[in-house]
C-alpha cells in the first residue's frame, strides 16, 4: 500500500486512452492556429528587413530600454507599496475593534471596485500628479486592496485550533499573529500574492495614457514614427516576449521561494512535531 490516498477514481484505459486523444487534438489545433498566425504575419511582410532595421538603432535601443527601467520602477514602487497597504489593510479588516473594521472594510471594497485606469485618470487629471507618482498612487491602492483579502484570506485559511492553542498558552493576539497565523498562512497566500504581482507588472503598461514614459509608451513612440504599413506589429512582436519574461521570471521567483520554505527545517518541524506541553514560542513571558 502507499502512504497517499486517492482522492478519485483512478482513470480506466477507456478514459487513459480518451484523455490521450484529448490531448492529441488540442495540440493539433493550437499548433494549427500559432502556424496560422505566423503565416499571416509573413503574408503581410512583418519579417521583411525593412521593418526589423530600425530596431538596430542605437536610439530606438536606448529607448526601449529607458522605457523598460521606467517599467520596472513603476512596478517596484506600486509593489512595495501594495504589499504594506494590503497588509495595513488586512489588520484592520481581521481586528476586534469594529469601528476600525468597518473603515477597513469600507476602503477595501472601495478600492476594489474602481476601475484602476478611472483612479489613474483621477489622481492624474483631478489632482494634478505627476505621472509616475498618478500611476504608482493608482496601482497602489487598487492591489493594496485585492491583496487585503488575500492576506486576510490566508490567515484565516490556518486551522481554527492553532488559534486556540498559541491563545491556551497564554500569547498576545499580536504574537498569536506573528508566530503562529502568518507564517502559515503565507504558504497558502503566496501563490496568489505572485499572481497580483504579475497584474500590478502589466498594469503599469496603463501609464502610457498618462504620458508616463514606461515600455508600452516607448513602443508607441517608435511605431509613430516609423515610415511602413502597419508600424505596430513589429513593435508587438518586440515588446510582448519582454512582459511575458518578466511575468514567467515572477512565476520562477514563487517556485523558488515555495521549494525553499518546503526545505525550511523550521516549517518541516512546525508540519511534523507539535510543540511539546509547556513550551512557550518566542515573545511569551
Known amino acids: 500500500m502507499t502512504d497517499s490516498t486517492a482522492l478519485y477514481d483512478i482513470p480506466g484505459p477507456n478514459t487513459r486512452k480518451r484523455h490521450r486523444t484529448y490531448g492529441v487534438v488540442s495540440t493539433v489545433v ?11 504575419l509573413f503574408d503581410t511582410g ?5 521593418k526589423w532595421t530600425p530596431f538596430e538603432y542605437k536610439g530606438i535601443q536606448e529607448l526601449l530600454l529607458r522605457g523598460l527601467g521606467y517599467t520596472l520602477m513603476a512596478f517596484a514602487y506600486a509593489a512595495v507599496l501594495s504589499l504594506a497597504l494590503g497588509g495595513v489593510l488586512a489588520t484592520g479588516r481581521l481586528s476586534e475593534h469594529r ?5 477597513a472594510t469600507a476602503v477595501v471594497e472601495f478600492f476594489r471596485a474602481m476601475p484602476v485606469l478611472v ?3 483621477f489622481i492624474f487629471v483631478a489632482l494634478k500628479v505627476q505621472p509616475l507618482p498618478a500611476l504608482v498612487a493608482g496601482l497602489t491602492l487598487y492591489n493594496g486592496s485585492v491583496l487585503a483579502e488575500v492576506f486576510r484570506a490566508g490567515v484565516n485559511s490556518v486551522d481554527r485550533g492553532q488559534r486556540e492553542a498559541a491563545y491556551t498558552l497564554g500569547m498576545r493576539k499580536t504574537q498569536v499573529m506573528s508566530y503562529v497565523l502568518v507564517p502559515q498562512g503565507v504558504r497558502a497566500m503566496l501563490p496568489t500574492i505572485i499572481s497580483q504581482l504579475v497584474v500590478t507588472l502589466k498594469d503599469t503598461s496603463l501609464g502610457y495614457l498618462i504620458t508616463y514614459e514606461e515600455f508600452l509608451h516607448a513602443g508607441k513612440l517608435i511605431a509613430s514614427n516609423l515610415d511602413y504599413d502597419l508600424p505596430f506589429i513589429p513593435v508587438v512582436m518586440v515588446i510582448s ?45
Open 30 to 40: 493550437v499548433v494549427a492556429l500559432f502556424g496560422w498566425i505566423v503565416y499571416l
Open 46 to 50: 512583418q519579417f521583411t528587413a525593412t
Open 99 to 103: 469601528p476600525v473594521r468597518w473603515v
Open 119 to 121: 483612479m489613474i485618470f
Open 241 to 285: 516576449p519582454i512582459y511575458i519574461g518578466m511575468c514567467m521570471l515572477l512565476s520562477w521567483f514563487a517556485n523558488w521561494m515555495a521549494r525553499r520554505q518546503r526545505r525550511n527545517p523550521k516549517t518541516e518541524a512546525a508540519d511534523v512535531a507539535p510543540a511539546e506541553p509547556g513550551t512557550l514560542l518566542p515573545g511569551v513571558q
